[in-house]
């Protein structure tokens, strides 16, 4: 289908098609209570807690080769973290209203892998190597499993591979790395140099190709399919990537409760995530709506240069969706999203999940990086700084007042509401490129 056809079938894309800033509300969103049962036949709540379950497991063995971890005992988590200067800060700057309260759930500073894909990906590498572990043998589900780190000679015999535009190789590589496994990242034109430095640091094999991400996965999937002893992450298809970032729901939960946050009619939860191939944004949303049904609101962030997910999900052609069949040229410096066909996986299952997804400009990328920065002293890379277009946009957009109209968010129920702007990477940005971050325009 293409852009004329689109239009003529659907106007509102209009604002899309033409990479303008906006918010697509996603028409087929349902009631949880509808669309529960068909969910759950896909992803579901046991699904959910095993991979749970299997992470509890692997605690002591990430405790013992990742002492950064021991404060949170082998988990893999992060801040959750009210912004009240930066919540100001951009109401003024944009002249918006952001109601509620504002916060910032940290996954820019998970350890390990310093974005979200240490959610996911570091998921799928721990349950592959338990499987190969349990089959030869070599591991019992009721071991400790610190002893895994003593079984690098055997993991030696087996590759991993994926495809990435750089957060996910990273998360792959550092962890297959730290397990024993041979790694191989397929990376595409857009990921940065530093990450592919610090990837070869590590002793990953990183492969480039001058084409865009599509091309990086499909040649990383052939490689690996070629050989009988190697495992790739296919980003855009993986179930176990899914449920590694489903966990985050249930522990974000616990950060509410702690924190004296209510979540129900009166209090909702609104929640902002950047979209890549849609994995991280739709693990994380689906595990939330499995928690909190209709009191949440989960809306993707994409660039306005790159919104693949959305148009997979508003075409319902899902992964066949590609950005270049509506002459939208799919770059962006928000490296970790610049995907120009989404996932199969999510654009599926979220279709009566996602409340929408919001559309940011190059240029606000870098403003929203240097307001965090000025603001709370907290730097996050470009592709997480998509989050701020959500709040940003909510009431904005007339489509956003008209959703909130249509949801129930009245006035006095915003003004009780909880707002997460996801921070999906940042940590192992290195100086010198927060400096060209922070000096860059566009
Ligand atoms: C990968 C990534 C995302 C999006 O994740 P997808 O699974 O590709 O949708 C968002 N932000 C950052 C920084 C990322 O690295």
Redesign the pocket.
Known sequence: MHRDTLLAADPSLRAVLDTEETLWINPRLLPFDTVDGLSQLVISDADIADAAARLRRFAPFIRRAFPETAETDGLIESPLRAIPQMQRHLAEMYDAEIPGRLLLKMD?HLAIAG???AR?GIYEVLKHAEELALSAGRLTRTDDYAKLADLRDFFAQYTMQVGS????GMSIGIMSAAIGFRVRVHMSADAKQWKKNLLRSHGVEVIEYADDYSRAVAEGRRASDADPMSHFVD?EKSVD?FLG?AVAAERLKEQLTAQGITVDPEHPLLVY??????????GVSYGLRRLYHDDVHCFFVEPAQCPS?LLGIATQEFERANVHDYGIAGRTD????A?ASP?SL?TRIMTNHAAGDFTVSEAHLYDYLRALDQSEGIRI?P??C?AFAGPLGLLRFPAGRAYCVAHGLTEQRLAHATQIAWA???RLVPEEIWTEYLGTYR
Request: proline content about 5%.
């Open positions: 820019s974005s979200v894909k996911g535009t750089g957060n996910l980003d990537l970032y995530i950047p979209a890549g191939v849609g994995g991280a944004p739709g997910v928000a490296d970790g999203l995907c996932s999510v890379e592709s997480s998509a999906t990477g940042g």
